[in-house]
């Protein structure tokens, strides 16, 4: 595998994990840790982690080495209202084009959702939970709102990652907020989907500055 290749994957696969926070602020990133654990160079976990830190989802600390970068409130706050404007413009659009298979592909989606809660499988659950917004972002058909998505790093509201009942409670909110958005577009219904969208992404914004 090329150099460049090396380092797009450690790249793909540490901001993946960041995005859905399978990796906690806070938590350094060990760059021989993560070159056996991708497979790669530590040259190339090192040229991820600089791209990384340019886009300011990680951060060093005081005596070298990478971090997972931690949201302030005015941040949380910020990607929250980027969401809104970003996922109810993909909804906006999607509807004027809106497949079946666009529906069946949500669906599908949410019976996996389901299916890593009642297993236990949170960190599965998050890597669909994040799968499910890409989606509503792709169904827009518009490459330039998806690479604005994309580009903007934007992560998922979990920050409880413990098997607690509270965090059960909140995964199975997540379930049902997404399943009604599925519902109303599904009927068309571009107000109850906008609806159903702005109260599960706000939701998740409390729960990360309660948290």
């Known amino acids: 595998?090329?150099?460049?290749?090396?380092?797009?994957?450690?790249?793909?696969?540490?901001?993946?994990?960041?995005?859905?926070?399978?990796?906690?602020?806070?938590?350094?990133?060990?760059?021989?840790?993560?070159?056996?654990?991708?497979g790669v160079s530590r040259v190339a976990i090192r040229e991820a982690l600089t791209r990384l830190l340019g886009e300011n989802l990680v951060a060093q600390g005081?005596?070298?080495?990478?971090?997972?970068?931690?949201?302030?409130?005015?941040?949380?706050?910020?990607?929250?209202?980027?969401?809104?404007?970003?996922?109810?413009?993909?909804?906006?659009?999607?509807?004027?084009?809106?497949?079946?298979?666009?529906?069946?592909?949500?669906?599908?989606?949410?019976?996996?959702?389901?299916?890593?809660?009642?297993?236990?499988?949170?960190?599965?659950?998050?890597?669909?939970?994040?799968?499910?917004?890409?989606?509503l972002i792709t169904m827009s058909g518009n490459k330039k709102l998806f690479n604005a998505y994309f580009s903007s790093h934007i992560p998922l509201f979990h920050q409880k990652l413990t098997e607690t009942q509270e965090n059960l409670n909140d995964y199975e909110l997540t379930d049902k907020e997404h399943r009604a958005i599925v519902a109303a577009l599904k009927a068309k219904n571009y107000r109850k989907a906008e609806e159903a969208l702005i109260k599960h992404i706000s939701r998740g914004e409390s729960a990360v500055l309660d948290f």
């Open 62 to 135: 005081e005596k070298g080495g990478f971090y997972v970068k931690a949201l302030t409130k005015d941040e949380v706050q910020e990607i929250r209202e980027l969401r809104e404007v970003l996922e109810l413009g993909a909804i906006r659009l999607s509807l004027k084009k809106l497949r079946a298979d666009d529906i069946k592909s949500l669906e599908k989606i949410c019976e996996d959702f389901t299916g890593m809660i009642k297993q236990g499988y949170f960190n599965g659950a998050c890597d669909a939970d994040m799968k499910f917004h890409e989606l």
């Open 1 to 38: 595998m090329k150099a460049d290749s090396q380092a797009a994957k450690a790249y793909n696969e540490i901001r993946r994990k960041i995005l859905v926070n399978q990796l906690k602020p806070g938590v350094r990133l060990k760059e021989d840790n993560w070159s056996k654990t991708v």
